[in-house]
Structures are given as structure tokens and as C-alpha cells.
């Protein structure tokens, strides 16, 4: 797989651009003044931007700027709900981190959050918002890591493991040619890969498993019906108990 490509503007910030690139070991610091790929990263004064060849970009922060509001609002979320639990000691992997953002909502609360994320381009701008404190770092550990292979040699580590097939999150926040951008980034996941994920996460996990869904969608595998479900207007979390 070629590595992805990042521009830096000014050389005062060669050293965070050396540091961004050694997260994963698939950006580079490029020297080119055109960049046809579909997409890649620049670094400048204004800080980290998502970029694609036909000149549209986003800048990291706004990523985050809408996502406050929920974040100081985190004792209501669906999300605390469906994962808090008495017996659980608060430690949760986050299977598909994504951008972070429901895994935030977990570490702000207390749960020592361990995020799974493949992709080498969301990790990086998931690192480069710790970094610079556009997020907050607390309770979580980001790793750059398949989530298959991460739980096949990590089982039973975590007492509940997330998973957002959905990707969503942005949808809320960001305008139309935002969100565009941004799914230039991601996969789609096949219904076998998510299955799998499925499979080994429910193998895997101590108490629960939780699996966010569109209301509209039946839960995830028809054969082994959730516990129970935590439901807003949009979205639900499937809540699998382990016995």
C-alpha cells in the first residue's frame, strides 16, 4: 500500500509534521508543489488540514468545533447509558474509533477507553487533536491496529467493546461537501467484515458488547438478538450481555 502524503508549509513545523508521520509509518512529508491524490494531509500555521486534489479541504479543528456542546452534555448520552454498568470496572475498547468522538464521551466520564483504528489518515488526525489539545487526552490510548487481528490477541482484555458500523457521527456537524470529504477517508465495510468484527467482539468481550445502530436497521446479526437496546430518534446501541 503507497503511503499517504503530507505537505508542510512552513519549516518551523517539520518537526510535529516528523512527529505526525511516525504514528502510523504510512504518511509521508512530501516536497511536491502539486499533489494529484485523492487525498492527503497539509500542516501550517493554521494547523492540520484534510485535503483533496480538486482544492477542497477541511481544517482538524472544525472537525471537533460543534462537538462540544454534546460533550459538555455527556451524564445524558445514549452512549453512557448503554455501556455504564455496575460491573463493569471501566475499560472499554472502541472497536471502530473513527474521529474519536463517542469514545470521548466515554473518557470524559471515566472509562479508560482503548481505541481500534485502521485507518492511517484518521489516526493521524485523531493524534495531531490530542496533541494539540483541540480534544482532551484523558483515559484514552489510541492504536493504529486492525481491529481483527487487535482482539484475536487481546481477548477478554476489555469488560465492554464498542462498535459504530455506522460512521455517523460527522453528519450532525459537518456540511454537505464536509462529509464528502471525510468519507473519501473511509472504507466501507463489507456486511461479512462487520459480521466478523461482530463475531470476535462478542468473543472477546467480559460483560458487553454494544453496537451502535440506525433505528431503521434491524440489529446486526437476526440470529442473536440484543439484550436489550437503548434508543433515541435517530440512532440506537444493541446491548449484548456476556454470561
Known sequence: ?????????????MQQGQQLCAVTGDIEITKEQQIDDEIFLRLDKNGLHVCKANKQELNVRNLYTNFRTRY?????????????????????????????KDALILA??????IML???????????????????????????YTN????????????????????????????????????????????????????????????????VKRDNKLPSLKPELPPTYAISGSTVRFDVYTIK
Open 108 to 113: 470524559r466520564y471515566g472509562f479508560k477507553v
Open 147 to 210: 481491529s481483527l487481528d487487535y482482539l484475536n490477541s487481546h481477548v477478554k482484555l476489555a469488560d465492554v467493546i464498542y462498535i459504530d458500523p455506522m460512521f455517523n457521527d460527522l453528519k450532525p456537524a459537518l456540511a454537505k461537501k464536509e462529509m464528502q470529504l471525510i468519507q473519501a477517508l473511509v472504507q466501507t465495510n463489507t456486511i461479512q467484515d462487520t459480521l466478523q468484527l461482530f463475531n470476535l467482539a462478542y468473543a472477546s468481550a467480559k460483560h458487553k458488547l454494544v
Open 117 to 143: 483504528e485502521s485507518n492511517a489518515l484518521l489516526v493521524t488526525i485523531v493524534y495531531y487533536a490530542m496533541l494539540t489539545k483541540i480534544i482532551p487526552n484523558t483515559n484514552l490510548t489510541l492504536i
Open 1 to 13: 500500500m503507497s503511503k499517504y502524503k503530507l505537505k508542510i508549509i512552513e519549516a518551523q513545523l
Open 72 to 100: 459538555q452534555k455527556f451524564k445524558s448520552d445514549l452512549i453512557i447509558k448503554a455501556i455504564q454498568d455496575k460491573s463493569v470496572n471501566r475499560t472499554v475498547i472502541d472497536a471502530t474509533a473513527g474521529l474519536a
